[in-house]
């Protein structure tokens, strides 16, 4: 089945800095779904973006299905924005990354 | 427009009790999945059900066992309890199967 990578596994950035989250899948993709974990274990929703680049507020994607990448950027952080982002690939089952865990300092 | 909602929110377990967990989809939702997480890993799939019917199933043993019911609510239930059971079981929805899933909040299960 699919390998899914997430790199890097962790990060600390100072409030109102930004980052970018990468992505790296071992084949094409075309289901592809971004989450953020909350400290309480909630899993949102961030984006479903099997191709192409879409933007929501602060946050936004990119996936390039033919280099079989995708990569979140997250922009001006917040200390709500802690917590683990996860990319998910539905392959005849849905496979995570193990996610990149990510601290905003106030 | 009604949130994935599970329940209960902890549940504490003995090692070869039985657990049935239980998971109410999205407004308009058919497709319901569930997932394992142990601490500090990705979620991982244990199965899927669409339209009351098994629809794809992980790398988990035949103790782990599910149902759909006819309003797409569902129930994960686990025989024969082992340490290693103890994580959050998290279950989405979606529809059709496929496209964009939703989570609930989890029900952590410990097994002493």
């Known amino acids: 089945g699919i390998q899914v990578e997430q790199s890097p596994p962790d990060l600390i950035l100072q409030e109102g800095a930004n980052s970018t989250l990468r992505c790296n899948f071992s084949d094409s993709v075309n289901n592809l779904q971004w989450f953020h974990q909350n400290p309480w274990g909630q899993l949102i929703n961030l984006f479903y973006i099997p191709s192409g680049t879409k933007q929501n507020g602060r946050l936004s994607a990119t996936t390039v299905a033919t280099e079989r990448y995708s990569l979140l950027y997250i922009s001006s952080s917040q200390t709500t924005d802690s917590g683990v982002y996860f990319c998910a690939e539905r392959d005849d089952k849905i496979i995570f990354g193990k996610g990149t865990r990510l601290h905003i300092l106030p | 427009e009604t949130g994935v909602t599970q329940s209960p929110t902890h549940l504490i377990k003995t090692r070869g009790q039985q657990v049935t967990l239980r998971c109410s989809s999205q407004?308009?939702?058919?497709?319901v999945s569930w997932y394992q997480q142990a601490l500090g890993q990705g979620p991982q799939f244990i199965f899927q059900?669409?339209?009351?019917?098994?629809?794809g199933r992980g790398n988990f043993p035949p103790r782990f066992s599910g149902l759909q019911f006819p309003n797409y609510s569902s129930e994960l239930n686990v025989n024969a309890l082992e340490l290693d059971d103890s994580a959050l079981y998290l279950c989405?929805?979606?529809?059709?199967?496929?496209?964009?899933?939703?989570f609930g909040p989890g029900t952590r299960l410990t097994v002493l």
């Open positions: 059900y669409y339209r009351e019917e098994e629809n």
């Open positions: 989405a929805s979606s529809s059709p199967p496929g496209l964009a899933e939703y």
């Open positions: 407004s308009g939702h058919n497709t």
